[in-house]
């Protein structure tokens, strides 16, 4: 009995061992989850989508992306296609012929189905999210549901987005989901959902970013070592550009400035909230007491479209040409702040008596 006992005691120390082991991992995870570390944090997004279960035919194909800096969480997931919805009513047993015939589902009656579906699953899954982060670190939503198929005119797969939404966490809180309209809830808010799911007519993703791809910088506070009337020309490139940054976050967008290098014609990147103008802003603050050449702007509107962005916000101490305002009001997604605007933006929304750079040269009439 000695060697039986001494292997079964062994056997027992191994085993707590592996449990103190597994534990401290645990616990490793958790505070490194509350920390908002970006990595602990989709893996654990990673599981809680894994872990949800659906029924037979639902992929489960899913990227995520966290962005520390303003507890925003994009998530994408594959959504099943309409095969998913039976294409039988019900069934019925024909005596005569002692055999069981299915009854067809009306086709309206299908794709009814299918975009209630569709709906139910992407509420669904941001209610999974933001119940199973009982610490909060994510502060928002945003869902992309696309289909893995192929497509018939050309053979190749596709990947389309047949519903997109963006959510906070207060909003999605107030919602009982027990008692909506699938459909209707979505669009309360103010998501995009395909008008045509079953012909896999696509919609474009509200967001389709990741915010990693940029060299992101520790944030500055440049404001709170400012004069009561500061000289923005006073301030280094880099000063300015992270004024410039807390102008934006005191306006309303989640703000990060990028590093010095490799960031493309990028000083910030923010990320609009408002419901009706949502997405991806490019900022480029320009520190100089000349007019910004022309060919400022039409990089920017290149970076504008490379990155899928939807404003690019050109910020001055000085001012534009009629030919650089003219070309930012037919891009249409192009914003030109002059030194004039920053004083008042900077009034309003910090208040502080800011001094932009030199007087704009007096236009001749037209």
């Known amino acids: 009995m000695r060697p039986a006992q001494a292997r079964h005691d062994e056997r027992n120390q191994q085993e707590a061992a592996r449990i103190e082991e597994s534990n401290a991992w645990i616990e490793a995870r958790r505070v490194a989850y509350r920390e908002r570390d970006v990595e602990a944090v989709e893996w654990f997004i990673d599981q809680v989508l894994a872990a949800s279960a659906y029924p037979h035919g639902f992929p489960k194909a899913h990227q995520v992306s966290y962005q520390a800096d303003t507890g925003d969480l994009l998530v994408e997931i594959d959504l099943p296609l309409e095969g998913v919805i039976p294409a039988a009513r019900a069934y019925r047993y024909v005596k005569t012929r002692d055999e069981v015939t299915p009854v067809p589902r009306p086709e309206k009656e299908r794709h009814e189905l299918y975009a209630s579906v569709l709906a139910q699953t992407a509420l669904r899954t941001v209610h999974e999210l933001f119940a199973a982060d ?11 549901g696309h289909v893995a198929t192929i497509d018939r005119a050309t053979g190749r797969e596709v990947h389309p987005c047949l519903i997109t939404l963006q959510a906070g966490r207060g909003e999605f809180s107030e919602l009982v989901l027990t008692q909506v309209d699938p459909q209707a809830c979505l ?12 012909e896999l007519e696509p919609v474009r993703p509200l967001v389709t970013f990741d915010l990693s791809k940029y060299r992101l910088m520790d944030s500055m506070d440049v404001v709170a070592g400012l004069d009561s009337r500061p000289v923005l020309m006073d301030l280094s490139p880099t000063e300015f550009e992270h004024l410039v940054r807390q102008l934006f976050e ?7 400035n990028t590093r010095p290098s490799q960031d493309e014609g990028v000083d910030a990147v923010a990320m609009n909230t408002d ?19 022309f060919e400022s702007v039409s990089a920017l509107a290149g970076v504008v479209e490379h990155k899928r962005a939807a404003k690019g916000i050109l910020v001055t101490t000085s001012w534009f040409g009629r030919a650089s305002e003219a070309f930012a009001n037919d891009h249409g997604r192009l914003e030109l702040l002059d030194g004039a605007n920053l004083v008042h933006l900077f009034k309003e929304h910090l208040d502080l008596d800011v001094i932009p750079g030199p007087v704009p040269p007096k236009r001749r009439p037209r």
Request: proline content about 8%; aromatic content about 2%.
């Open 250 to 256: 005191a306006i309303g967008l989640d703000s990060v």
């Open 187 to 198: 669009k309360r808010l103010r998501s995009l959902i395909s008008p045509n799911p079953y």
């Open 134 to 144: 009982t610490d909060g670190v994510v502060r928002s939503v945003a869902l992309n």
């Open 275 to 293: 419901p009706v103008m949502r997405g991806l802003c490019i900022i480029q603050a320009k520190r100089t007491a000349k007019v910004v050449p």
